[in-house]
């Protein structure tokens, strides 16, 4: 087991690192203040090779998983805000990806980023004003009409909401399934019946564009359902005959994201502690400098050893993802709980430790602070997340207990374990809520 990082991915990480430095930071208080899209950035991202497909079948190349978490975190270092403007696309298009025919997938992706030097914008639409992380009560419905269908309702907190080329919507299909009950669709650009509502004003990540997305009669072709109309009959006869269900289109989009958003928070988290050090380098409290004495080592301590035990998390779950081991005990859950809890604990002692000048605008720690929550907040709370994790265990434990009692009732009898019971603990757990 080598938990060291490759020559190539030390690289990478260094690569990044230095785009945040020199392109990232210096555009980062502008956009914060002014709340607009960093335009000239993701087309710097571009240029550096760091946003579009090219880039996306760099990160796929790792066999480890690790480049994925590296680049989160190294953006969020630069700017948590711009970092959401470069990355928010790859949400719409693994949304795609997880739930698109080979078809749709080579002719939807390329458009949540564009080609050349042309930029295009992508938006996975979930959350709606009832239902949040409830992933299962999503109101805004999917009709069939001839070869069309219908979308209507709303989205919110929407990343490139509105303003996006291409919306991942998420609709309901056959209310009394739940999950199972929905699909996916594809609704570009300029498609009558699509609106951006509000434009949300935040305490953080200001720089990404967030607003609600209206669907009214919005009609849209039948190929613009992602997997096909066959695909989805096949999940609505499932669930009608009370089979079990496959992890939602939705809810799996979530799953492959978890890490990414548990090394976007660790950006954050890394910034405000070097930061620090070098802020209480050099000062001193009674003739002893800061660094030296005991109750800010012991801050110091505890918030290393906290970042470190969080990215441990992030890069096991990132591994795990990437070669398709099942996340039975909840891992990838794990890794944005730890996370997001981490950055969050991390910002504001770290502000404590600076003291007043924490809580000016022109003090870094204060924009990392604000920037934080969200991480604890969006694609599932911490609260939801410790819910997945807690029945994800419990079920592990059980389907472990029932293999034992299998294999004791096998040996007493001089039989073979029932070949289901076998199947059951090796499977990946299907997932109840974002």
Same mark, same amino acid.
């Given at each position: 087991?080598?938990?060291?990082?490759? /020559?190539?991915?030390?690289?990478?990480?260094?690569?990044?690192?230095?785009?945040? $430095?020199?392109?990232? *930071?210096?555009?980062?208080?502008?956009?914060?203040?002014?709340?607009?899209?960093?335009?000239?950035?993701?087309?710097?991202? *571009?240029?550096?090779?760091?946003?579009?497909? /090219?880039?996306? @079948?760099?990160?796929?190349?790792?066999?480890?998983? @690790?480049?994925?978490?590296?680049?989160?975190?190294?953006?969020?270092?630069?700017?948590?805000?711009?970092?959401?403007?470069?990355?928010?696309?790859?949400?719409?298009?693994?949304?795609?990806?997880?739930?698109?025919?080979?078809?749709?997938?080579?002719?939807?992706?390329?458009?949540? %980023?564009?080609? !050349?030097?042309?930029?295009?914008?992508?938006?996975?639409?979930?959350?709606?004003?009832?239902?949040?992380?409830?992933?299962?009560?999503?109101?805004?419905?999917?009709?069939?009409?001839?070869? +069309?269908?219908?979308?209507?309702?709303?989205?919110?907190?929407?990343?490139?909401?509105?303003?996006?080329?291409?919306?991942?919507?998420?609709?309901?299909?056959? @209310?009394?399934?739940?999950?199972?009950?929905? =699909?996916? %669709?594809?609704?570009?650009?300029?498609?009558?019946?699509?609106?951006?509502?509000?434009?949300?004003?935040?305490?953080?990540?200001?720089?990404?564009?967030?607003? /609600?997305?209206?669907?009214?009669?919005?009609?849209?072709?039948? /190929?613009?359902?992602?997997?096909?109309? +066959?695909?989805?009959?096949?999940?609505?006869?499932?669930?009608?005959?009370?089979?079990?269900?496959?992890?939602?289109?939705?809810?799996?989009?979530?799953? $492959?994201?978890?890490?990414?958003?548990?090394?976007?928070?660790?950006?954050?988290?890394?910034?405000?502690?070097?930061?620090?050090?070098?802020? #209480?380098?050099?000062?001193?409290?009674?003739?002893?400098?800061?660094? +030296?004495?005991?109750?800010?080592? @012991?801050?110091? =301590?505890?918030?290393?050893?906290?970042?470190?035990?969080?990215?441990?998390?992030?890069?096991?779950?990132?591994?795990? !993802?990437?070669?398709?081991?099942?996340?039975?005990? !909840?891992?990838?859950?794990?890794?944005?709980?730890?996370?997001?809890?981490?950055?969050?604990?991390?910002?504001?002692?770290?502000?404590?430790?600076?003291?007043?000048?924490?809580?000016?605008?022109?003090?870094?720690?204060?924009?990392?602070?604000?920037?934080?929550?969200?991480?604890?907040?969006?694609?599932?709370?911490?609260?939801?997340?410790?819910?997945?994790?807690?029945?994800?265990?419990?079920?592990?434990?059980?389907?472990? #207990?029932?293999?034992?009692?299998?294999?004791?009732?096998?040996?007493?009898?001089?039989?073979?374990?029932?070949?289901?019971?076998?199947?059951?603990?090796?499977? +990946?757990?299907?997932?109840?809520?974002?």
């Amino acid at each position: 087991m080598d938990f060291a990082l490759n /020559e190539e991915q030390q690289e990478f990480k260094a690569y990044c690192r230095r785009f945040a $430095v020199e392109v990232m *930071r210096p555009a980062a208080r502008k956009h914060d203040v002014e709340e607009s899209v960093p335009w000239e950035i993701i087309k710097e991202a *571009r240029n550096w090779g760091l946003h579009g497909i /090219e880039h996306l @079948q760099r990160i796929a190349s790792d066999s480890d998983g @690790q480049f994925s978490v590296i680049y989160a975190e190294e953006l969020h270092w630069g700017c948590a805000g711009i970092a959401l403007a470069i990355q928010a696309s790859s949400l719409a298009a693994a949304g795609i990806a997880s739930s698109g025919t080979p078809e749709q997938i080579a002719q939807w992706v390329p458009e949540c %980023f564009g080609t !050349g030097e042309e930029i295009k914008l992508g938006a996975y639409a979930v959350t709606e004003p009832q239902a949040g992380s409830d992933v299962k009560s999503l109101k805004t419905t999917a009709t069939r009409d001839g070869d +069309e269908w219908v979308l209507n309702g709303t989205k919110v907190f929407i990343s490139n909401g509105g303003i996006a080329d291409v919306h991942v919507i998420v609709a309901t299909v056959d @209310q009394d399934l739940g999950t199972r009950g929905q =699909a996916s %669709f594809i609704v570009p650009k300029g498609t009558p019946g699509i609106s951006q509502g509000k434009k949300e004003s935040k305490v953080g990540i200001r720089a990404s564009h967030t607003a /609600e997305v209206v669907l009214e009669d919005c009609r849209i072709p039948m /190929e613009y359902l992602l997997g096909g109309p +066959e695909k989805l009959e096949r999940k609505l006869e499932r669930g009608r005959s009370g089979e079990k269900s496959r992890s939602a289109d939705a809810l799996a989009t979530f799953e $492959v994201t978890r890490p990414l958003v548990g090394a976007s928070a660790l950006g954050i988290a890394q910034a405000s502690y070097e930061w620090t050090l070098e802020y #209480l380098d050099g000062r001193s409290e009674n003739g002893t400098p800061l660094l +030296e004495t005991q109750h800010i080592q @012991q801050s110091l =301590a505890d918030v290393a050893t906290e970042i470190e035990a969080a990215r441990l998390l992030v890069q096991r779950a990132a591994w795990m !993802g990437r070669n398709g081991i099942p996340m039975t005990g !909840g891992q990838g859950s794990m890794s944005k709980l730890k996370a997001g809890d981490v950055t969050m604990y991390a910002t504001t002692k770290l502000m404590d430790m600076v003291g007043p000048y924490a809580s000016e605008t022109d003090c870094p720690l204060e924009k990392f602070f604000r920037d934080a929550k969200i991480y604890q907040l969006f694609e599932g709370t911490a609260e939801i997340q410790r819910l997945v994790i807690s029945r994800m265990q419990a079920r592990e434990y059980r389907e472990r #207990l029932g293999y034992g009692a299998e294999l004791a009732a096998a040996a007493v009898n001089g039989t073979s374990p029932n070949a289901e019971v076998k199947v059951a603990v090796t499977r +990946e757990p299907e997932k109840t809520t974002a």
